[in-house]
């Protein structure tokens, strides 16, 4: 059951904060949503902070993009929240944000498909890369929606992420897992080696996620049936990226449990003790902060 509309704010309100303070956006950027019903969506306005609003600066519009209620103006994003809507009427709640690396992802051309966390598999499947369009138009969300009847978390190129969900903090907690995976894919190709889970193991979380209720048509496309470079997980007949962008990096290693995995080697002139040293001191300041 949808919320009522002052909780609704609340939540939109909450979510912007964290997205905030997470460092997911920086100054005005990103957008977030609720359904409140068939006719009406609350939606964050445009040219204010999300670490900084209150539920008064919240707009409400209807499924034409005209405002119902509020004194400020919509999203320049309004269309794609509107549109994703109604294509999905499992969801009530979007995200979209700018989470850095994630977003580095999307800028060198790289989808986070490959099969490496149960948790992210179990959650959100897998990431693709929707195509660059011009923010603010019809072609800026265009290219999503190819993916939008399989997938809950999209890489933008060159621009940043978006998340849909059940409801709005949904919504942002994959935003979190989508940033979170992001990061650890990241730090593990740098230090050499991205193990990546056998197809029959990654079968066995695609069949969690449907008795969980997950809402999925995904397949996984692995190293074993494919002869790819890494587990991937793909909805039918969906390209791995977007346009002709290369091929990802990641999980160029056999998958965990192969008889040809061997321990990770880093590349040469990479002084290990003083990555490792590095990479820790990243962790203990983040956990400080």
Do not use: W
């Not at 997470?22 to 040219?47: F, H, L, M, Q, W």
């Not at 979380?205 to 997950?214: A, E, M, S, T, V």
């Amino acid at each position: 059951m949808i919320k009522n509309l002052y909780s609704l704010k609340k939540d939109i309100v909450e979510a912007g904060r964290r997205v905030y303070n997470r460092g997911y956006v920086a100054s005005n950027d990103g957008n977030i949503s609720a359904r409140i019903d068939e006719k009406r969506v609350v939606i964050t306005p445009t040219g204010v902070s999300k670490g900084f609003m209150s539920p008064d600066d919240l707009v409400v519009v209807d499924y034409e993009g005209d405002v119902v209620e509020g004194k400020k103006k919509p999203s320049s994003e309004v269309y794609m929240h509107l549109r994703i809507f109604k294509e999905r009427p499992d969801v009530n709640g979007i995200c979209h944000a700018h989470p850095p690396v994630a977003t580095g992802f999307a800028v060198a051309g790289i989808p986070l498909t490959q099969c490496i966390l149960p948790e992210v598999i179990i959650s959100l499947g897998g990431i693709p890369l929707a195509e660059y369009g011009t923010p603010g138009t019809d072609e800026f969300y265009q290219p999503v929606l190819k993916y939008l009847k399989d997938y809950d978390a999209f890489l933008l190129e060159n621009h940043g992420a978006l998340t849909i969900g059940k409801d709005v903090m949904n919504a942002y907690h994959k935003m979190e897992t989508l940033e979170h995976f992001a990061h650890i894919a990241f730090v593990a190709t740098q230090l050499g080696n991205v193990n990546t889970l056998k197809g029959e193991n990654v079968q066995k979380l695609l069949d969690l996620r449907k008795n969980f209720g997950i809402k999925s048509n995904v397949t996984c496309e692995t190293c074993e049936s494919s002869n790819a470079a890494a587990c991937s997980i793909v909805a039918p007949n969906q390209p791995h990226a977007a346009g002709s962008a290369p091929a990802s990096p990641i999980g160029n290693s056999p998958p965990v449990g192969s008889a040809s995995n061997s321990p990770p080697v880093l590349p040469e002139g990479i002084d290990q003790e003083a990555l490792v040293k590095q990479i820790t001191a990243t962790i203990l300041k983040r956990l400080s902060g």
